[in-house]
């Protein structure tokens, strides 16, 4: 029987560090990742992707900041959306396109996507996720007091407001997105971990000024959707232990219980390496067969257990 | 057994002509407007919806005008892809807190569509459809050049880029909406008429600086997912003829031979009633059961055939 993955991509699988953020850009990028994704479909694979994005709703957010005196601004969880809707165009029409080429005749489609965060998740006491442009000081204090904004100073670049980043508790589209799965089209969905949304006493949603961590978001998507496979694409090939230093080592696989040690160890930062891995254990700890971490090129290789950082129970 | 029903939503679902456009204006406007779509839900009719994206699409051109030389430009489709994604989101949650509050558990999801074009439709010879923001003479003359774009003196307010309206010929996702569909899902598709693509020799797709009417996307969705009935909703409560004269006499039902014969009279100005009643002959001309046009307000009372005009074959 073919294996299912939920591959989750990095924020380079769209756009590099070094561009300027064009269509042009992103859409080139995208075709490439969708050239490799169509490979691990060809070879038999069920897939459901899930995507970053970091760049494209910071750009939207500075756009609505720089047009603030003629337009009136959308609050954070709409230039989400509208991020999901963006990339998700670009994936579905560059897939579709893939897969064409590769004489593959399968359905393609992004659903938008909703992930319920809880109330009294502890980040909404300690917003920690940077997002949108940079202030000045003068700014800074004026959002402050204005809107409410905890704004830091960003390592000395600058003012910036941070974000609570919770958990995700459930995905309100998660029952559409597993249908969909399950009847054999490629979903596109919980793009940048889903917009945040929080539930009031009736149960009713509305959106709240947060960000989910896209690797979080993936594996409360792999588990909904029952994958077998969680695959977490990124810009290195391996996990490493003292990643950076002269005593740096790739790690082939690893236990969740191996895991969990080099977490308390410290030898995964926060904000890069860090959510990859608790996600891998989290998916693997509902009842998923294995995580595998790394880059997009080495994906199919990976798989077949050639390469990249497997994770086991 | 229960009657469906695809509804196409105008712009003042989601915006009125005197709003601003905040987040919040729009989200209430969308909540009102889910709030009557779940009484025909309530009342057993299954639903599909799609929507204009004018006002916002709109906004999101001159976003990016405005910041153009501190980020890069996205182009119409890309845009269009976003406010898909902005309004699918505001309908998505507002449609599960009215549905929820009427006891009702049906899932809801947006549906990120493609729209094939044709290459040799005639509407590529003469683009005719205002988007984005007002130039001044000189910035048209300079965007002529620049950018190939057709920009017109419009109405004496400014000067304006056009683009084509082409005939939607399919939507790119419609196996993946019309499963949803049959399954019981409301969905949410076909924004803007969809993002409009063409595709090349070898049927690969791209986005096209274009924009389709949403009433003749909503004619094709309501044929793909073979909806008994197409309700258009929009500002008025009936079609009439000389509309807006002394002589005015509103229409309760037509045929479409009818209906053709008051087309060619001119009694339904283009990029107003006439599309609407257009996409009403293709839609029952393709096997519709009855289309109707009304206001949302009365849009029960139109299915039962007590409000609105009601056109048959």
Redesign the interface.
């Known amino acids: 029987m073919s294996r299912s993955v939920l591959i989750a991509l990095g924020g380079n699988a769209i756009l590099q560090h070094k561009e300027?953020?064009?269509?042009e850009e992103q859409f080139e990028n995208v075709r490439k990742t969708c050239e490799e994704m169509v490979r691990l479909v060809a070879e038999g694979y069920r897939i459901a992707i899930t995507h970053g994005n970091g760049p494209q709703v910071g750009?939207?957010l500075?756009?609505?900041e720089?047009?603030k005196n003629?337009?009136?601004a959308?609050?954070l969880?709409?230039c989400g959306?509208?991020?999901?809707?963006?990339i998700?165009?670009?994936m579905?029409?560059s897939m579709?396109?893939e897969l064409?080429?590769a004489g593959l005749n399968i359905?393609?489609?992004?659903?938008?996507t909703?992930t319920l965060v809880r109330k009294d998740d502890p980040a909404f006491q300690s917003p920690t996720k940077p997002i949108g442009p940079f202030y000045t000081a003068m700014e800074a204090s004026r959002l402050r007091v204005e809107k409410g904004w905890t704004v830091i100073n960003d390592s000395g670049r600058g003012y910036r407001r941070v974000v609570p980043s919770p958990i995700p508790a459930s995905i309100?589209?998660g029952?559409?997105?597993k249908?969909?799965f399950n009847?054999g089209?490629i979903v596109i969905a919980c793009g940048g971990g889903g917009?945040p949304?929080l539930a009031d006493e009736?149960?009713?949603?509305?959106?709240v000024e947060a960000v989910i961590d896209k690797d979080h978001g993936a594996a409360l998507l792999a588990t909904l959707i029952s994958a077998d496979i969680l695959l977490i694409l990124t810009d290195v090939e391996k996990v490493a232990l003292n990643y950076g230093r002269p005593n740096q080592k790739d790690i082939d696989d690893m236990t969740t219980g191996e895991a969990k040690m080099y977490l308390a160890e410290g030898h995964f930062p926060g904000g890069s390496m860090g959510p990859k891995v608790e996600s891998a254990i989290r998916f693997l700890e509902a009842g998923g067969e294995r995580a595998i971490i790394t880059s997009i090129g080495r994906a199919l290789d990976a798989l077949k257990g050639k390469a990249g950082t497997t994770i086991y129970r």
């Open positions: 300027k953020g064009t269509s750009d939207i500075l756009k609505n720089i047009a003629t337009l009136p959308m609050p969880d709409v959306a509208e991020s999901q809707g963006m998700g165009y670009m579905q029409q579709y396109n064409r080429k359905p393609v489609a992004t659903v938008l909703q309100t589209e029952s559409v997105i249908e969909l009847q089209t917009v949304v009736n149960g009713a949603l509305q959106g």
